[in-house]
């Protein structure tokens, strides 16, 4: 008997079935982790208060692959419309090939647009599943997004370097200190852009225990958020957003984040996105070193709402706080 795909609001799954789709997670992924507690924190803040999941259960109805589409709106050419992106794409290993794959996407796909009026979907798929994504779901590219960093300990991103330490921080403090002549307050206006009402109020609600995941710096109409973790035991403060943004804002922004982290012993600010400038606090990595690509890919829904400009990276405000990565 075929493996039935189910389909399912967030608000309608059963326990067992979150408790199934965690069990899964840790099996697939050991070193992440995930409740179902941390689970509904993810996919039921959003605008419309829920997200769709695909569901792949085997005869015994057991949860055996699971795909989500989380929806947000966003502004394409001053329209607001529904927008989503695919995460959390998972299959238990005996059960994982191309088809089931292509089922499971296939599936949410269809759901999302009858169902919710999706005009565009996109993704940020990793090494593994880009070719995928490109060749079987025909997905095109608007563009990789860019990282952009600014080494506080050297010796801890390179550990043969730890001598340079008390160098390397004085570097970075004079120029995060220079940076002040960043004058350009240019506001970055894109043709794909949030809608930020209702971004702002839904994205950045997840919390680990009983505090907020993120940190956030407000002054004098900049907003700021970001968010300090490790990074493959790198101390790194992830800058995941800056409205409005223009190029003072940004490095406003940043200088501040290291002001708020001075007791923390940061290794490193990180910036991945697309800036429609070069801003003067963090540095461009070149593409080939880059520790990792970001694909950043998309298929339209409605071709009378969203047209070919899409596909344009450049056309884009898109940044890490555009999916559930960090």
Known sequence: MMNQIILKKTTELAENEMEQICILFHEIFPKHSMT???????????PLGYSIHALLKDEHDIVIGSHNLVPYYYVFNEVKTLFAYGAGTMIKKEYRNFFTYERLIRESQKYIVSNEKCSFLMGFPNANAYPIQKKGLKRKDIGNLSTYILPVRIGSIKKQFRQLNFLSVFFAELWLYLSVLSFSTKI???LVHKERMSFNKFRYLE?????SKYSFIENK??????RVMDY???KTAFLLDVYPLSKKN????????????STQSLDMIMYVGHLPFTPMTLIKVPEKLEPKKFHF???IFDHDLIDERIFDIGNWEVSLADYDLV
């Open 36 to 46: 179902v507690e941390s689970f509904r924190n993810r996919y039921l803040q959003t």
């Open 188 to 190: 970055s206006r894109p």
């Open 207 to 211: 919390k680990e225990g009983k505090t």
């Open 221 to 226: 109409g900049i907003h700021g958020v970001y």
């Open 232 to 234: 493959e035991g790198i």
């Open 250 to 261: 940004f490095d406003w922004t940043v200088r501040t984040i290291y002001k708020h982290c």
């Open 297 to 299: 890919v998309g298929t």
